[in-house]
């Protein structure tokens, strides 16, 4: 299994970005994926993720409304609309993946993305800075 991510640079407050993340390995169908990042000197965070057997997503608080999450099955890939970036935003990316996921409804997936500790596949990260 392998998550191969790309797409992160650097854009002026403001801008957008889309960050993809190609599976390889399974099939997203079924299964949990989504971003966390990861700026200097904090935490690790989920920013978005989805359940791609319910079509459910979560959104942290702070990406809600600028962030998009989406599927292409035929490609196996999952992308990251980032839209009306801030200098916030910057952070390593990193696409993780649950292949064995079982929705169990209830905003499940928001707990699997708060934690991501479930989350059995990590790629490596990409590089989204914010310009001010």
């Known amino acids: 299994v392998q998550l191969q991510a790309s797409g992160g640079g650097l854009v002026q407050v403001g801008g957008s970005l889309r960050l993809s993340c190609t599976a390889s390995g399974f099939t997203l169908g079924h299964s949990a994926i989504g971003w966390f990042r990861q700026a200097p000197g904090k935490e690790r965070e989920g920013v978005s993720c989805i359940s791609t057997s319910t079509g459910s997503t979560y959104y942290t608080n702070s990406v809600k409304g600028r962030f998009t999450i989406s599927t292409d099955s035929a490609k196996n890939t999952v992308y990251l609309q980032m839209n009306s970036l801030k200098p916030e935003d910057t952070a390593v990316y990193y696409c993780?993946?649950?292949?064995?996921?079982?929705?169990?409804?209830?905003?499940?997936?928001?707990?699997?993305?708060?934690?991501?500790?479930?989350?059995?596949?990590w790629g490596k990260g990409t590089q989204v800075t914010v310009s001010s």
């Open positions: 993780a993946a649950d292949p064995g996921y079982v929705d169990q409804g209830l905003s499940d997936i928001g707990v699997v993305c708060y934690y991501g500790s479930d989350m059995e596949y």
